[in-house]
């Protein structure tokens, strides 16, 4: 029977008893500590260790941003609390988040096109800093600020005339709905000073999930030049520039990991040769994924194993309903196997081949296909790994009235 490789398992899962293991615990005693399947794992150490890796590799002077969509489960932001610099939303949902999980909004920043009016005055009263996304919602934040005598805290995105090469999400370069046009910069950002609103500077955000070293590297230079480009027209310092990042994990087989050591080492040379105009600018990345997607691991349980015209089906109880991304139905093309494994049997021989779905009433609800696994039986546990982002919250969980999936941090 033909197969199909998985991706690359992350590093920092053992194996127990047989079992899967994360942070010392088998897969079976998570399931048992959740009370069901399916369900989210985020393990702390996994988190920490990305964290510090991080840190170790990257100037001091560059801070480190959160970029919460990737998963901004309550417990998670408070772990995340005291170990970045700032946060990034993109929502008033996502501004109540941090405010429940205690941080600090003058440490977080709004960005996101559409910000209806109601959450500007939400983002202006907290003293969030805005990262507009267009003249117009300049021009709103400026009114609503006058009307509840509050000073907006403005930042400009910029829709930069270059992109991440290789990225998954491409969002800059060309016409886009984010961020403004870079030469339309200067003369919005002398209005909002002008206008007496708090100058925070610029926020530049080129792609997502780039793994060449290359490519990020490249586009930093190219952020900090047009940057200081900017600055200069606007004829003003920024007191801060969000550099993006765009920093990739590796799901599929074949995907090497970023060299963190040669991004750190090119934005260490940047930053000790800074243009003029940034010398003075506090710097930031802000990640997602890379922070948390390999620190979780989605753990759902076989309930029917099938034969259907020579292909063996482990039929679970978990799907696309929480793992979109794994099912190859967000931001792909050609569907390939995210790492999976069969966590209740991990260190078994794998000699079955199989095609790993979920509960969902849709041919799209696939979690590996032709994979080469332990044999799995009713009852056993499957771990799909790199969920830590964009899992529960990117997936339509309401979709069949399976309902959410329960999520842990230990
Ligand atoms: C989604 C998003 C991010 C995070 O992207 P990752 O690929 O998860 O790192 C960062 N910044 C902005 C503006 C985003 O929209």
């Given at each position: 029977m033909k197969t199909k490789p998985v991706g690359p398992i992350p590093e920092g899962f053992e194996t127990l008893g047989g079992e899967l293991a994360v942070g010392g615990r088998k897969a079976s005693e998570l399931v048992a500590a959740a009370g069901r399947t399916p369900l989210f794992v985020y393990s702390r150490e996994l988190l920490d260790a990305r964290i510090a890796k991080l840190r170790a590799a990257m100037?001091?002077?560059?801070?480190?941003?959160?970029?919460?969509?990737?998963?901004?489960?309550?417990?998670?932001?408070?772990?995340?609390?005291?170990?970045?610099?700032?946060?990034?939303?993109?929502?008033?949902?996502?501004?109540?988040?941090?405010?429940?999980?205690?941080?600090?909004?003058?440490?977080?920043?709004?960005?996101?096109?559409?910000?209806?009016?109601?959450?500007?005055?939400?983002?202006?009263?907290?003293?969030?800093?805005?990262?507009?996304?267009?003249?117009?919602?300049?021009?709103?934040?400026?009114?609503?600020?006058?009307?509840?005598?509050?000073?907006?805290?403005?930042?400009?995105?910029?829709?930069?005339?270059?992109?991440?090469?290789?990225?998954?999400?491409?969002?800059?370069?060309?016409?886009?709905?984010?961020?403004?046009?870079?030469?339309?910069?200067?003369?919005?950002?002398?209005?909002?000073?002008?206008?007496?609103?708090?100058?925070?500077?610029?926020?530049?955000?080129?792609?997502?999930?780039?793994?060449?070293?290359?490519?990020?590297?490249?586009?930093?230079?190219?952020?900090?030049?047009?940057?200081?480009?900017?600055?200069?027209?606007?004829?003003?310092s920024l007191p801060k520039l969000n550099m993006g990042g765009g920093f990739g994990i590796p799901y599929f087989p074949g995907d090497e990991p970023l060299d963190l050591a040669a991004v750190g080492a090119a934005l260490q040379g940047m930053v000790a040769d800074l243009p003029v105009p940034l010398i003075e600018t506090d710097l930031c990345l802000e990640l997602g994924r890379y922070l948390v997607g390999e620190a979780g691991v989605y753990l759902c349980r076989v309930v029917d194993r099938k034969e259907s015209h020579g292909t063996t089906y482990l039929v679970t109880d978990g799907g696309l309903h929480h793992q979109l991304a794994a099912s190859g139905n967000f931001g792909t093309v050609v569907r390939r196997n995210y790492p999976v494994a069969i966590a209740s049997r991990f260190d078994a021989e794998a000699d079955d081949v199989v095609n790993v779905v979920g509960c969902l009433c849709t041919p799209l609800d696939r979690l590996a296909d032709q994979a080469l696994m332990p044999r799995a039986e009713v009852g056993d546990i499957v771990a799909v790994f790199c969920a830590g982002a964009y899992g529960a919250t990117a997936s339509p969980s309401a979709f069949l009235g399976h309902g959410p999936a329960a999520e842990l941090l230990i």
């Open positions: 100037p001091g002077k560059i801070g480190l941003n959160f970029a919460i969509k990737a998963n901004p489960h309550p417990d998670v932001l408070r772990h995340m609390e005291p170990l970045v610099d700032g946060f990034d939303i993109a929502s008033s949902g996502e501004l109540a988040l941090t405010k429940a999980a205690g941080i600090d909004p003058a440490r977080v920043s709004f960005a996101g096109p559409g910000k209806r009016d109601d959450e500007l005055e939400a983002a202006i009263s907290a003293g969030v800093t805005l990262n507009c996304e267009s003249s117009g919602e300049a021009e709103r934040s400026l009114t609503i600020g006058q009307r509840i005598g509050k000073e907006p805290r403005i930042a400009i995105r910029v829709n930069p005339d270059f992109e991440l090469k290789g990225s998954g999400m491409k969002m800059g370069g060309g016409a886009k709905q984010f961020g403004v046009d870079a030469d339309k910069v200067p003369a919005l950002a002398k209005r909002i000073i002008g206008e007496g609103a708090e100058w925070r500077g610029l926020h530049i955000f080129t792609g997502s999930q780039a793994l060449s070293a290359d490519a990020i590297i490249e586009t930093q230079g190219n952020v900090l030049n047009l940057a200081a480009e900017l600055a200069d027209s606007i004829g003003s």
